[in-house]
Structure formats: structure tokens, C-alpha cells
T-cell receptor, first 115, second 111 residues
Framework: GAGVSQSPSNKVTEKGKDVELRCDPI?????LYWYRQSLGQGLEFLIY????????KSGLPSDRFSAERTGGSVSTLTIQRTQQEDSAVYLC?????????????FGPGTRLTVL | GESVGLHLPTLSVQEGDNSIINCAYS??????FIWYKQESGKGPQFIID?????DKRQGQRVTVLLNKTVKHLSLQIAATQPGDSAVYFC??????????FGGGTRLMVKP
């Protein structure tokens, strides 16, 4: 079946603009995760959804970052008033149940460049 | 090994040789570990996992070893091929369903 998909694959924006990144998890997966990966670095956890609720938002770096998930499926990560340090690859992953432990399946990522 | 700062440690091997990628994890309570492979421009892909009640698990051409005494995880790739060139991340599960990722190691395979 289809894997995790993300759109857009690349996004170039100007400093101060808002951006929305989209994640379509694997059908039936109840848990969804957002990560950020800066150039040449590991994955930084941002937020986790179980269904439509987000029990763990601890990784969001500032109040400019927010995320929502609707219908237990698609999720959007919104970054307001983007800054140059927001430039990174944003990765989404999903798991069947969210119960520990569970392999996370990743999408291809959205590369965000803030000029 | 683990990366510090902006530069990934790099392992360079000759095609056909075996590769060993190491990872030190942080939490002795971690009960599940995963190795991911990330090729350029792609998201991480699951390679192999191991639970804390095991010390070795084998897949196709890959073996993961877990040493809980020293909190060390390794990934062994047999007969390394050019297609194995990628960045490899270890991840540990230690808090419900959250994974903590290591910094990654870049594997370069020389033909």
C-alpha cells in the first residue's frame, strides 16, 4: 500500500511569511509524529498525535509552530512568521497504534528554505 | 558512533567488506531499539529492530547487537554494497511511544 506522503516536497519562502506543511500518514495508522532535521544532523522531535489529539507538544521550538490533525488522518504543521533558523527538512512518521514500542514509518520530508 | 555538532562521523569501507556502525544510547530503561537508513533526499527507512530482552538479531545481510551493560548498539552490514551508502541512525524507545534518535553516521562505500 501507499506509504507516508508529504507535501510540498520543497518550499522556499521569505522570512516573516507563514508556511503550512502537510502529512498524509499510512491509512489506518493512528499515531503521527513530526520531526525536524537540520542539515547534517539527527532528528529533532516536534510533536506527536494519537488520533486527533496531541498528548506531547514538548518538542515545538516556539509558539510560532503549531500542528493539527483532522479525521485521524491528515496533519498540517504550520510555522508562522518564519525565520531563517527554521530552514530544515520536516519529516512526518506514522505508526499503526502508537503503543510502545512501534516502528515509525517515515515520509520523504519537506525541505523548507527560509530566505 | 554518535555525532556531535554539525559534522556526521563518517565510515568509509571498501565494497564487499563488512561494516560496523556503532551507537551509544542514553537511557538504561530503553526497551526497544531501531536502526534507520536515510539516503540523500529521502526519509529514514526502517532496517532492523531489537528488543531489550535480546542481545542479537539478524536480518538479511544486517545484524544488530545490543550490549545493555555499556548501553551500546551496533549495526553490522555484511558484504557492503554501493547501495548501502547512506546515513544510519539508531533510535531508542524509552518513554511510551517516543523514539529518541542518535546523531547518525554516514557510511560511504568505495567501489
Amino acid at each position: 500500500g501507499a506509504g507516508v506522503s508529504q507535501s510540498p516536497s520543497n518550499k522556499v519562502t521569505e522570512k516573516g511569511k507563514d508556511v503550512e506543511l502537510r502529512c498524509d500518514p499510512i491509512s489506518g495508522h493512528t499515531a503521527l509524529y513530526w520531526y525536524r532535521q537540520s542539515l547534517g544532523q539527527g532528528l529533532e522531535f516536534l510533536i506527536y498525535f494519537q488520533g486527533n489529539s496531541a498528548p506531547d507538544k514538548s518538542g515545538l521550538p516556539s509558539d510560532r509552530f503549531s500542528a493539527e490533525r483532522t479525521g485521524g488522518s491528515v496533519s498540517t504543521l504550520t510555522i508562522q512568521r518564519t525565520q531563517q533558523e527554521d530552514s530544515a527538512v520536516y519529516l512526518c512518521a506514522s505508526t499503526p497504534s502508537g503503543g510502545p514500542p512501534d516502528t515509525q514509518y517515515f515520509g520523504p520530508g519537506t525541505r523548507l528554505t527560509v530566505l | 558512533g554518535e555525532s556531535v555538532g554539525l559534522h556526521l562521523p563518517t565510515l568509509s569501507v571498501q565494497e564487499g567488506d563488512n561494516s560496523i556502525i556503532n551507537c551509544a544510547y542514553s537511557n538504561s530503561a530503553s526497551d526497544y531499539f531501531i536502526w534507520y537508513k536515510q539516503e540523500s533526499g529521502k526519509g529514514p527507512q526502517f532496517i532492523i529492530d531489537i528488543r531489550s530482552n535480546m542481545d542479537k538479531r539478524q536480518g538479511q545481510r544486517v545484524t544488530v547487537l545490543l550490549n545493555k551493560t555499556v548501553k551500546h548498539l551496533s549495526l553490522q552490514i555484511a558484504a557492503t554494497q554501493p547501495g548501502d551508502s547512506a546515513v544510519y541512525f539508531c533510535a531508542e524507545n524509552n518513554a511510551g511511544n517516543m523514539l529518541t534518535f542518535g546523531g547518525g553516521t554516514r557510511l560511504m562505500v568505495k567501489p
